[in-house]
């Protein structure tokens, strides 16, 4: 089992900046790739970016990339994603999830979830 537990959400101004945390406990050295999605009221859970836990590799999704960031430290089993130029169009329930075979964009991949975070952004 993998517990995760998500940080930092909160209420911003469009334009503003926000970061997330999850952090990983547990059977962590099974962690594959940890990812952050994303679900805002009345759509699907949606793939927001994924990074590897050895080699940093990462995918952003086309809504997010150039804005948003994910990042690691595996010393701490945590990983980041840092919300910049955030629109209204951001505002969801952020949430962590791993995976210990591949990486992914498809939500049904991934093992492990944390409860998520919310993120409002105002206009």
């Known amino acids: 089992q993998v517990q995760l537990v998500e940080s930092g959400g909160g209420l911003v101004q469009a334009g503003g900046s926000l970061r997330l945390s999850c952090a990983a406990s547990?059977?962590?050295?099974?962690?594959?790739?940890m990812a952050w999605f994303r679900q805002a009221p009345g759509k699907e859970r949606e793939f927001v970016a994924v990074?590897?836990?050895?080699?940093?590799?990462?995918t952003y999704a086309d809504s997010v990339k150039g804005r948003f960031t994910i990042s690691r430290d595996n010393a701490k089993n945590t990983i980041y994603l840092q919300m910049n130029s955030l629109k209204p169009e951001d505002t969801a329930v952020y949430s962590c999830a791993t995976t210990g075979t591949a990486v992914s964009m498809i939500r049904g991949n991934y093992d492990y979830w944390g409860q998520g975070t919310q993120v409002t952004v105002s206009s």
């Open positions: 990074i590897t836990r050895t080699g940093g590799s990462t």
């Open positions: 547990g059977r962590t050295f099974s962690i594959y790739a």
